[in-house]
């Protein structure tokens, strides 16, 4: 009874306190961040409703253009710099020493100059920069128009492997939302060729001829070309060779794709496939503004021109047309021209690439031994706008076919389309002036390929009323052709916008019913829905209908019900379900509804994804005696292939792949070993070979190693561990690092020698005989110069100060207790450089948002005012208990650990107790526990999932791995979201709002075993710079996709990688705002007493302070006796109890 | 004062006329055919089974950390283990209701099911021995449980329960001091009709019909003498397998419980001895420590195969 009263005056003591609190929080909650990265309300209201094309057009589409439009010609060079960093391009040498990274690129500008405008992407503020222009309409010259800019892919220090994106705006609006992002292409190209001098021959005719080979150096192609030279007459080869290389066990290494940077000319056009031809805009009468916003990568521009409207059917000739105006030319024979698809001349990006495939014995070239590169388009090759190129030669003028070997066995049961384009040719041109490639005529941009689970061999052409109609080209002989093999949507893309309409609708219809109902509807209840929602019911049924259509339409057109076509069939069943007799279905299906809305969305998704792997393109005279290429391998080829496979596959050494040498075993190869994928592996792999890369560079080998998880414990313990082992977590550096395992890497370890330790702290130079100079500070270059000195290393304190977050330096330093002698500032001791860093952001959904008509919030406080009316709409906040734990308490000034404030206390007491009893961590610890007790934040949720319905507009948690999971599975809702920094708490320390974000960490260590510091060190160096990360982060994304971006924790990196300017802009802020909870002896022990706290107050309603204090002696006893296994103070020695403060500290 | 005995070259040599290790020796090479087959087990057994636990008693009397050379520490660790770590009385606790409730139930409840599945036609009881088998065959099926018990609102059982108004705040089941034991429990059971189920099922078929005949013949009352008199003697050695298969099962469960309720489990709830083991190898890198905690369990263990022993020397008296 007592203990009852007292518990109560305990919870009205806090809880008035609490209250009290909010209202001290409250005062100050109107306080806005400066210059926030989030979206406004405004903006995102934009954002939602700006209209589709198919809307804009309804306006604008019967617009009749007058006679004899000329084009509006913008003058480029009269912009206005919105947002910093636009600049009039004057010549060549301007750029080469403006932008002195890439100087290569520049080269092309001397005919260009001062004609020409560089745009870049952020200005020195980060800030996305745009650029304005502004251009007079007359009355007579209103009509349709469309967008064509002519621009060049410069490579700047802002440059990465992404396409070129800016968001595009007609008097500071969006026109139609199908412009909020338009992309201009990079061209890629493997520079992985020869050409030969020519030499004389005896051949009297003109020819061309390609052959392959493949053999121990590598796999060839040899293109030659028998030609008569004009100047002297003769006849005369040469011989292009292309060459994909092999590692020491003969698999084939990925060519790396370079970008050429060219003038290309850009027309604004549908990106998602929807819409063929060119998009019009319509321009009223008067003065407009264009404006130009960067998204992602500089890019220099010639001319903007709105040019008068025309559609792809009056420029493009039906396939009749074309056939009638070739009627004459006759009929090719001769051999049938094979071009392996693993050579492609261009691609559109680098992720369009060769890859493997051992599935079929008679897809050349292959051999049971090892992975050679025979297709292409395995992965990476499937969406809308990708492309790859190839060039080739006939002998003889005429009608070809056109013929492929590929496999389509991705969706079951349907059918995906290539757009087929050309350029090239002399009499009959293909393609526009400037080189780009046109389709010839309007059915190839429809070419099918049928599904099958095996390999096909067949020839290209589309559907005419069910018939398979094959193209003919006309080729002349002796001119080059290049051929595109486009992705698009071609027969499917009514179908496929038709279902998106339909999911967004039904989405709509699902928020509805969720704000009506629950999450978890009452089965027995009659809602009525009939008379509340009457519109819900009415879509769901007009849905069913849509979809069941759709899937009988694709039925009609595939020929066959696939898997993939019945999944809508299975879909409108539940929706007729729900939708008749007045929804009394409803609550029963809702979760399988919602599940469904999921189903939908995939499936749109892999629609649009058709790929297909294709190993070569036959160019087919009609009148070939040869046959096409087979499609199957016969019986016994196959059972042959697949016993040899089998034996081989015993004796493939995966540690070796991507080896180009077996490195020598001694103190000048450094042991590196990596946990990761055996992409990651190869990309490393080949960094590290590259013509920059380490051992060129360096002059040092490397022997990387790809391990399994959990080797490098027992590995060390045996004494055969690596030299340097990549991406070990921050709590294991410490864990090996205070059991001497790792090296101190900022000179001041105890355990290594004097010379080893001044490798680290100094800038280390060597001169042309290989001697080595130590030096306290950078020599300029003028000195070293005159010295004959080259750097070889820098030292720890500029390379982190110039690339680290110091947060991320936080969790790899101890204060090492051997080191207690020397002077304070020469005792910490950092085990590592930081590789990934991993921090919680804030996601949003901009459309709910602007639907509740409710800013992003930026402050807790703002957070809890919107909750309520999320939860009146059945909507939650996500954010996980432990990591709100964590970071709530450094954002109101709190720290985990006691006496770490060195202006205090000497360095050796720091971390000896656990700082949770504190009154800022217990007040943070109260907070969060109501959060989810009191605010009913849900504590254990499917993030993608909920934030993709809807239910969970706004959730917390890592960056990148959020990003990455919305990217691939979150499709149906690109655009909507976006993320930014956490919301703050008020430092309790300062009075002012912390936004802080704790930082995870993985580091690049070097091993005690390691016998060549410096070796080691510059290894370090290299992996982690900014440019190695960059490159290696955008060469991931290129292989694996937007799914697989990588969180460098090289600030510098993260700069250059492809995130967008809006992204880069909140990434930087949040770093700007990170923390870190720093690793002492026993750090393993605070989180599972924190969640047993946590849970004890969640589960049994226990009081969150005396929870929370209730496990202090444990931890503090745990972490003492951590503190004595290494000799560190703990209380009580030397009869201390509580660490004196330092004499001179002022309060 | 040590007899001699007159050696007679003809005469064999008796067991008490030579020291133990001198007639080991003579028997091993008389038999040697019998211990070459024996061998390549008999290596890798001494190698990987005898040879750790000899290691792991002397590695518990040492600050061993996998990582620099161990200390010699004498009996600190067991000292340490049983008078100032809590946990690990905890862990002791937990252990002893678990293996107290899982052991026996899930031992007598596969004799039960066998009995009674071995009563069906031959044809149904193929099927169902599977299915009662499937469970421990499927590796990590237990984990539907996880799903069956998932925190989230939308887990099968809070949404049935908050459906039905009996709770409006989903259960962090996994997470709830209060249900970790009880849930553990119910999926260890699920999961253990194993091994010694199928050990038990073989036995029945073992038994020799004309053994109850002749039972019915001496006065058999019911089927419930049938069993105890004649099947259970009968097939005592497949009893043993069983129960020693139980008792390890009963201790070493500690996947299945990381897997459901994480590490540690909340407030210690399901922390059991290989916890405790896991805790000090894994997160603290104490294995001098962690093994000391194995060499405990290893004597516990130790210790009830041999009551089991007695235990089952009773069957059928």
Redesign the interface.
């Known amino acids: 009874m007592k203990r009852s009263m007292f518990h109560k005056v305990v919870c009205l003591i806090l809880s008035v306190t609490f209250i009290l609190s909010t209202f001290v929080i409250g005062a100050s909650a109107g306080q806005y961040k400066e210059n926030s990265t989030s979206s406004t309300l405004e903006e995102m209201k934009a954002l939602v409703g700006t209209s589709s094309y198919e809307d804009y057009m309804a306006d604008y589409g019967d617009t009749v253009n007058p006679s004899g439009l000329a084009p509006i010609i913008i003058p480029v060079t009269e912009f206005i710099a919105n947002n910093g960093d636009v600049e009039i391009t004057k010549d060549s040498e301007h750029y080469a020493n403006s932008l002195t990274d890439h100087p290569d690129s520049w080269v092309n500008f001397g005919d260009n100059a001062e004609t020409t405008v560089y745009l870049s992407t952020v200005n020195n503020d980060k800030k996305a920069s745009s650029a304005s222009w502004n251009f007079t309409v007359t009355k007579d010259m209103v009509g349709l128009y469309y967008l064509q800019i002519e621009y060049y892919n410069c490579k700047t220090s802002q440059s990465s492997v992404s396409a070129i994106q800016r968001k595009l705006m007609i008097d500071d609006k969006v026109p139609f939302a199908e412009v909020r992002s338009i992309t201009f292409d990079k061209h890629w190209s493997y520079n992985n060729f020869t050409v030969s001098d020519p030499v004389v021959v005896t051949d009297t005719v003109e020819k061309t001829t390609t052959t392959y080979d493949q053999n121990e150096n590598g796999y060839f192609k040899y293109v030659t070309e028998i030609y008569r030279d004009e100047s002297d007459g003769k006849m005369k080869k040469v011989v292009t060779t292309y060459h994909i290389t092999q590692d020491i066990n003969g698999n084939s290494m990925a060519p790396v794709a370079s970008e050429s940077s060219e003038w290309s000319t850009y027309i604004c056009s549908d990106e998602s496939g929807y819409y063929d031809g060119y998009f019009n805009f319509y321009i009223a009468e008067g003065t407009h503004t264009l404006t130009l916003e960067a998204e992602r990568e500089p890019v220099i521009i010639k001319s903007i021109q709105f040019r008068p409207a025309t559609s792809v059917e009056s420029t493009t000739p039906s396939y009749q047309e074309y056939l009638n105006t070739h009627a004459s030319a006759q009929k090719a024979d001769g051999g049938i021209i094979t071009l392996e698809a693993e050579f492609p001349y261009f691609v559109s990006d680098s992720s369009v690439a060769a890859s493997n495939d051992n599935t079929s014995a008679i897809t050349y070239p292959i051999t049971p031994k090892a992975q050679l590169f025979n297709v292409i388009g395995e992965t990476g090759f499937g969406t809308v706008g990708q492309w790859a190129a190839y060039k080739f030669t006939v002998n003889k003028t005429g009608m070809y076919n056109l013929s492929m070997r590929y496999k389509q066995s991705a969706l079951e049961g349907m059918f995906i389309c290539r757009a087929i384009k050309l350029a090239g040719g002399n009499e009959y041109k293909y393609g526009l002036a400037d080189g780009s490639p046109t389709a010839p005529f309007i059915e190839a941009y429809n070419a099918r390929f049928d599904y099958s689970k095996d390999w096909q061999s067949d020839y290209v052409g589309s559907y005419v009323d069910g018939k398979k109609q094959v193209f003919e080209f006309f080729f002349e002989e002796g001119e080059e052709y290049t051929l595109y093999i486009e992705c698009a949507l071609g027969d499917l893309k009514d179908y496929i916008r038709t279902v998106e309409t339909s999911l967004a609708n039904l989405n709509e219809a699902y928020l509805k019913i969720l704000q009506y109902t629950g999450t978890d509807p009452d089965v027995n209840q009659n809602y009525k829905f009939h008379e509340k929602l009457p519109e819900v019911l009415l879509a769901l049924l007009q849905e069913a209908q849509t979809l069941t259509l759709v899937a009988d339409n694709l039925q009609d057109l595939c020929g066959t019900n696939g898997a993939h076509i019945a999944t809508l069939d299975t879909v409108a069943r539940v929706l007729y379900t729900m939708g008749k007799d007045n929804g009394v279905k409803i609550a029963e299906n809702l979760s399988t509804f919602k599940s469904h809305l999921g189903t939908i969305g995939t499936w749109i998704n892999s629609s649009k994804q058709g790929s297909m792997m294709i190993d070569s393109i036959s160019v087919v005279p009609v009148e070939t005696n040869e046959k096409l290429p087979y499609a199957k391998a016969n019986f016994f080829q196959s059972i042959w292939f697949e016993i040899r496979s089998f034996i081989y596959s015993f004796f493939t050494n995966y540690e070796q792949m991507g080896l180009t040498s077996i490195p020598e075993e001694g103190s000048n190869t450094i042991d590196v070993w990596l946990a990761m994928g055996r992409d990651q592996s190869q990309i490393w792999r080949s960094m590290i070979d590259a013509e920059d890369g380490f051992t060129k560079t360096y002059g040092k080998a490397v022997a990387l190693k790809l391990v399994t998880g959990g080797t490098l414990l027992p590995s060390i313990l045996s004494g055969k561990g690596p030299d340097v082992y990549l991406g070990l977590g921050s709590a294991d550096v410490i864990n090996y690092a205070i059991r001497d395992a790792v090296v101190g890497v900022n000179g001041n370890d105890p355990h290594l020698s004097e010379e080893d330790n001044k490798v680290f702290c100094n800038y280390v130079y060597e001169d042309s005989a290989g001697n080595v100079y130590y030096e306290k500070d950078a020599l300029s270059n003028a000195d070293a110069a005159s010295r004959g000195l080259k750097l070889v290393s820098t030292a720890f304190d500029q390379l982190v100060a110039d690339n680290y977050a110091p947060a991320a330096m936080r969790t790899l330093t101890i204060y090492s207790p051997d080191n207690a002698g020397k002077p304070e500032g020469q005792r910490d001791v950092t085990y590592g450089i930081p590789m990934t860093m991993s921090f919680a952001m804030m996601f949003y959904r901009m459309d709910i948002l602007a639907e509740l008509n409710q800013e992003v919030p930026e402050t807790w406080d703002q957070l809890l005012e919107i909750l309520p009316i999320f939860q009146a709409n059945n909507m939650d906040i996500g954010v996980a208990y432990i990591s709100a734990l964590d970071f709530m308490m450094y954002q109101m000034g709190g720290g985990m650990w006691k006496y770490t404030d060195t202006d205090l206390y000497d360095s050796k007491y720091a971390g000896a107790k656990i700082d949770l009893d504190s009154d800022i961590a217990l007040e943070a610890f109260e907070f969060v526990c109501r959060l989810y007790t009191d605010y009913s934040f849900p504590v254990s949720f499917n993030t993608a999932n909920r934030f993709r319905t809807g239910e969970m507009p706004i959730t917390i948690g890592d960056y990148a791995s959020i990003y990455n999971t919305l990217v691939v599975y979150a499709t149906d809702i690109a655009g909507t979201w976006e993320f930014g920094s956490l919301p703050g708490s008020i430092d309790r320390k300062t009075g002012k709002i912390n936004y802080d974000s704790l930082a995870g960490v993985s580091a690049t260590v070097i091993l005690n075993s390691c016998d060549n510091m410096l070796a080691a060190w510059q290894f370090l160096q290299w992996q982690t710079s900014a440019k190695v990360q960059a490159t290696y982060a955008n060469r991931i994304v290129a292989l694996i996709g937007p799914a697989a971006k990588y969180e460098s924790a090289n600030i510098n990196a993260v700069m250059d990688m492809s995130w967008t300017s809006k992204e880069k802009e909140a990434i930087m802020e949040q770093m700007n705002h990170l923390n870190a909870i720093v690793n002492y002896p026993g750090s393993y022990i605070y989180s599972r007493y924190m969640q047993f706290a946590f849970l004890d107050v969640y589960n049994d309603d226990a009081n969150a302070h005396d929870s929370m204090m209730s496990y202090i002696d444990a931890i503090n006893a745990e972490i003492a006796r951590k503190r004595e296994e290494f000799g560190l103070w703990v209380p009580g020695t030397d009869g201390i109890e509580e660490p004196p403060i330092k004499s001179g500290a002022s309060d | 004062m040590s007899l001699k005995v007159k050696k007679d070259a003809n005469r064999p040599m008796h067991r008490d006329e030579v020291s133990k290790w001198q007639w080991t020796w003579k028997e091993m090479k008389k038999n040697k055919t019998a211990y070459f087959m024996l061998a390549p087990f008999f290596i890798l057994f001494i190698v990987f089974t005898v040879l750790p636990v000899f290691l792991s008693i002397i590695f518990s009397l040492t ?1 061993f ?4 050379m161990p200390n010699w520490k004498g009996l600190t660790n067991y000292t340490r283990l049983f008078v100032e770590d809590e946990i690990f009385m905890l862990a002791i606790q937990n252990t002893i209701i678990f293996a107290c409730v899982t052991g026996p139930v899930s031992y007598l409840l596969s004799l039960l099911v066998a009995w009674f599945v071995n009563e069906l036609p031959p044809k149904i009881r193929a099927v169902v021995t599977l299915v009662f088998y499937a469970p421990s065959i499927s590796g990590q099926v237990y984990l539907i449980w996880s799903t069956l018990f ?6 099968w059982a809070n ?1 049935t329960l ?2 039905l108004g009996i709770i409006t ?4 089941w996994f ?4 249900y970790v034991m009880p849930l553990c429990i119910v999926v260890a059971l699920w999961t253990s009709l194993g091994t010694s189920f199928l050990a038990f099922i073989a036995g029945f078929q073992i038994v020799d019909r004309s053994m109850y005949e002749a039972a019915a013949v001496d006065g058999i009352k019911n089927r419930w003498q049938e069993l105890w008199y004649i099947t259970l003697p009968t097939m005592r050695p497949q009893m043993m397998f069983g129960a020693v298969l139980a008792i390890t099962n009963s201790f070493g469960f500690g996947g299945v419980v990381t897997a459901l309720c994480g590490f ?1 489990s ?2 210690y709830a399901a922390h059991t001895i290989m916890h405790h083991l896991d805790d000090y190898g894994g ?3 104490e294995i001098g420590y962690a093994s000391a905690i194995a060499v405990v369990l290893f004597i516990i263990m130790f210790g009830s195969n041999i009551l089991v022993k007695k235990a089952l020397s009773k069957v059928g008296e």
């Open positions: 600050d950390n996998m990582l620099q998932s925190s989230d609102a939308y887990g949404a908050m459906k705040d989903p259960i962090l997470q709830d001091a209060n540690p909340v407030d997160s603290r890198y």
